[in-house]
């Protein structure tokens, strides 16, 4: 991970004129959006009248005593407010743990409240007919954020902090959207009674639509919730994670030099590549992402690690045929050794793989049915009522009767179970 020093730029004291003296070196790690780095920051002190001086770039950057930039603070609101995230998701795509996603999002809700009146006035003037997107996500174990947006410009119109989902609380947002914008042409929402009563309440002549992403998380939920899991408990309690993080850590940076003479096909220092070979198949498990940006069940994380561990191991035991530094071999042994007490535990391989077939067999043949986009935003791809639900009603009508023909047919138990519940 690259270094870079911070410290304050002047020599002396802007109070007194006396000489600065180095305080101390505090190093930590700083993660962006998009990139990351090691922070080394000289703290100046004055040994007049004890005055700390501190960087000013590099809390432009990132907060004192915190990890993550202000970007990702920024990044993690407007994903949670503006595009209706979960802090699950936002977790999975940004390589951030869900506590501090809701840590780094509730300091902006006040703010974004605020801007967005604002703008209310403006925002009314770009919108003539819209269609009420209503999403509520977990925020903690006793609140959520519930945001509106029109499902036609993809705007969000509202966004609050609520302690449930109840007809009464939901009936109160959407009072607000009448005030703000008028009657709505319809509304698309989940399956969730509080929702759908309040919508009937406050907009009864609206049509209503059951919003095919919600039906398809919560059947996904249904169907391999506690098979997925399980099987990341158990990845988790062979506590690998850690020990291939400082492996990773402690290896030296790519060198420049060396990738510039493979891409000529020679190489001076073979001790180079080689590491490396291994840095590279290890970045891909430590940091493994696979995530589509809407969470589970549309990202399986510990099915992915479990994949990635199991093509690393492939890859590494090829290459350690052929590398000829032993301190190199040594360490691409130790990786192999951790990656191996997850690919060889028979529980772990058995559930991984009981998991990999009810997705790919049912989950993600219902999930093209419904014409679900494998990543992104969802109003990227836009779901035209006219033009898809025809498409979308034969498919689904296919898929489920092909589903009643395999309950009859001798597949195995797991793919049974699940197939009786999907047709249920």
């Known amino acids: 991970?690259?270094?870079?020093?911070?410290?304050?730029?002047?020599?002396?004291?802007?109070?007194?004129?006396?000489?600065?003296?180095?305080?101390?070196?505090?190093?930590?790690?700083?993660?962006?959006?998009?990139?990351?780095?090691?922070?080394?920051?000289?703290?100046?002190?004055?040994?007049?009248?004890?005055?700390?001086?501190?960087?000013?770039?590099?809390?432009?950057?990132?907060?004192?005593?915190?990890?993550?930039?202000?970007?990702?603070?920024?990044?993690?609101?407007?994903?949670?407010?503006?595009?209706?995230?979960?802090?699950?998701?936002?977790?999975?795509?940004?390589?951030?743990?869900?506590?501090?996603?809701?840590?780094?999002?509730?300091?902006?809700?006040n703010v974004f409240g605020k801007l967005h009146e604002k703008h209310v006035s403006q925002l009314r003037e770009h919108i003539k007919s819209y269609v009420v997107q209503i999403n509520g996500t977990t925020d903690s174990e006793f609140s959520m954020i519930v945001v509106v947006r029109d499902a036609l410009s993809d705007f969000t119109l509202y966004a609050r902090k609520c302690p449930s989902e109840s007809q009464e609380a939901i009936e109160n947002i959407l009072n607000e959207i009448d005030k703000k914008f008028g009657k709505p042409s319809g509304i698309t929402c989940d399956m969730r009674s509080g929702i759908i009563s309040a919508a009937k309440s406050i907009f009864p002549n609206t049509p209503i639509r059951i919003c095919l992403m919600h039906f398809l998380r919560d059947l996904g939920n249904d169907l391999m919730k506690n098979m997925h899991t399980d099987p990341g408990i158990m990845i988790n309690r062979k506590g690998i994670k850690s020990p291939?993080?400082?492996?990773?850590?402690?290896?030296?940076?790519?060198?420049?030099?060396?990738?510039?003479?493979?891409?000529?096909?020679?190489?001076?220092?073979i001790k180079d590549i080689e590491i490396m070979s291994v840095k590279?198949?290890?970045?891909?498990?430590?940091?493994?992402?696979?995530?589509?940006?809407?969470?589970?069940?549309?990202?399986?994380?510990?099915?992915?690690?479990?994949?990635?561990?199991?093509?690393?191991?492939?890859?590494?035991?090829?290459?350690?045929?052929?590398?000829?530094?032993?301190?190199?071999?040594?360490?691409?042994?130790?990786?192999?050794?951790?990656?191996?007490?997850?690919?060889?535990?028979?529980a772990i391989v058995s559930m991984a793989g009981k998991l990999s077939d009810i997705n790919s067999f049912i989950f993600q043949t219902i999930r093209k049915a419904f014409i679900i986009p494998e990543n992104g935003n969802l109003s990227d791809d836009k779901y035209d009522p006219h033009r898809d639900d025809p498409p979308v009603h034969e498919k689904c009508t296919v898929i489920f009767g092909e589903l009643k023909v395999y309950l009859n047919t001798n597949i195995q138990k797991h793919l049974l179970t699940v197939a009786k519940l999907a047709v249920k």
């Open 1 to 109: 991970m690259k270094a870079i020093l911070f410290t304050y730029p002047h020599k002396r004291c802007s109070n007194c004129h006396a000489r600065l003296k180095v305080y101390r070196k505090i190093r930590r790690d700083v993660k962006l959006v998009n990139w990351e780095f090691t922070a080394i920051h000289r703290i100046k002190i004055c040994p007049v009248d004890r005055t700390i001086f501190r960087s000013d770039e590099l809390d432009k950057i990132v907060s004192p005593h915190c990890i993550y930039a202000n970007d990702i603070m920024v990044e993690t609101s407007i994903q949670r407010f503006i595009n209706g995230r979960s802090s699950s998701e936002i977790s999975s795509s940004l390589g951030v743990s869900e506590g501090h996603v809701r840590k780094l999002s509730t300091k902006r809700l």
């Open 244 to 269: 291939l993080k400082i492996i990773l850590r402690d290896m030296p940076d790519y060198r420049q030099s060396t990738l510039v003479e493979i891409e000529y096909n020679f190489c001076t220092c």
């Open 280 to 346: 590279r198949i290890l970045e891909k498990v430590v940091y493994v992402r696979g995530s589509s940006g809407y969470g589970f069940p549309f990202t399986l994380k510990h099915l992915n690690f479990f994949n990635a561990c199991s093509s690393a191991v492939k890859e590494l035991t090829e290459l350690m045929k052929t590398f000829s530094e032993k301190d190199v071999v040594d360490t691409a042994a130790s990786v192999v050794n951790y990656f191996k007490k997850v690919t060889e535990n028979s």
